[in-house]
């Protein structure tokens, strides 16, 4: 496998949903310099909502999608579904139809090929990943199951997992930033963060988040791309 870029290390990060703090979120990635892609679910961008979450009662409103091009400049856009399902509960034609019409939806939003993909609330298995590849434009798709490593796993692009998961894991992802930023890779290796930005607004841990952040940006020898440059290497 090669490199990225020339840089044996590489951060990425990956935001659900498509949701208004993605805004303030895009804020603090362009101040470190850092990059994300965001996966979004076209049929119900610019809907209003809210989620109750741990107890707090979260904004959960939906980028607009005659905003979705210039909100998400310079990150990346994916697929997240047109509506959000159980994917592994639909019909072989459903599941092609909920992601590809999804996909060639934000293509068209955002002005280039949208080619990767994050499962609806982590849900796929060998049949959805086999559908992806073989019925739609997706190139990658993200699960939510956390490796807690920075291996690559080249082989298995459809049902690609993670390393930490933030909002559950975020002492664990300082923990595995601050290994990071010390390892000595000889061969590729990628610190892949995700989550939803309006998890932030629960314990109210944005600065905290920022922390972080600061902590991982501006090294040299650090690749800092988005899921799509740094996973199709």
């Not at 998890?199 to 501006?218: P, T």
Request: hydrophobic share 35%.
């Amino acid at each position: 496998m090669k490199d990225f870029y020339g840089k044996k290390k590489a951060i990425t990060f990956s935001y659900d949903d498509g949701v208004t703090q993605d805004i303030r979120l895009i804020g603090l990635f362009n101040k470190y310099g850092l990059k994300c892609t965001f996966n979004l679910n076209s049929a119900l961008l610019g809907k209003p909502g809210e989620l109750i979450r741990e107890g707090v009662r979260v904004d959960h409103t939906k980028v607009a999608p005659d905003k979705v091009r210039s909100v998400y400049e310079g990150h990346e856009v994916a697929t997240h579904s047109l509506t959000h399902p159980y994917l592994t509960r639909l019909t072989d034609d459903e599941v092609a139809r909920e992601v590809e019409e999804d996909r060639i939806k934000l293509s068209e939003l955002v002005g280039y090929e949208v080619t990767g993909h994050a499962y609806p609330m982590g849900d796929c298995d060998e049949r959805v990943a086999r559908i992806l590849r073989d019925r739609t434009g997706v190139t990658y798709a993200r699960t939510v199951v956390s490796t807690h490593n920075f291996d690559l796993q080249p082989n298995n692009l459809h049902l690609f997992n993670p390393t930490v998961y933030h909002h559950r894991e975020m002492d664990e992802m300082f923990r595995l930033g601050e290994e990071f930023l010390s390892l000595k890779a000889d061969e590729p290796k990628l610190f892949y963060i995700w989550g939803h930005a309006y998890e932030f607004d629960i314990h109210n841990d944005w600065c905290r988040f920022e922390e972080f952040l600061e902590m991982i940006s501006g090294r040299d020898d650090i690749f800092y791309g988005t899921n799509k440059e740094c996973l199709e290497i």
